[in-house]
């Protein structure tokens, strides 16, 4: 099932863009990167996710993480 934003894709690209050139600025490694992004979905969660509602909205950001995953390539 499609996944309808309310923000357009130029938007999220121009943004994604921006981070990763920070990322790219400081020679940030995967592992730098995956910490930051982390710490990043925390702050959002905790400063601006109602207590009550943090949990569902990670759990469901997890599994939008897992499912946009590349899928191994079997023989």
Same mark, same amino acid.
Request: proline share 5%; net charge positive.
């Given at each position: 099932m @499609?996944?309808?934003? !309310?923000?357009?894709?130029?938007?999220?690209?121009?943004?994604l863009?921006?981070?990763v050139?920070? &990322?790219? !600025?400081?020679?940030?490694?995967?592992?730098l990167? &995956?910490?930051l992004?982390? %710490?990043?979905?925390?702050?959002v969660? %905790?400063?601006?996710?109602?207590?009550e509602?943090?949990?569902?909205?990670?759990e469901?950001? @997890?599994?939008a993480?897992?499912?946009s &995953?590349?899928?191994?390539?079997?023989?």
């Open positions: @499609a996944i309808t934003s !309310k923000y357009s894709n130029k938007q999220i690209e121009q943004m863009t921006e981070m050139d920070v &990322l790219d !600025k400081h020679r940030a490694p995967a592992d990167s &995956l910490m992004v982390g %710490n990043i979905a925390t702050n969660l %905790n400063q601006e996710v109602p207590a509602q943090r949990q569902i909205i990670a469901k950001f @997890a599994q993480l897992l499912s &995953l590349d899928k191994p390539k079997t023989h």
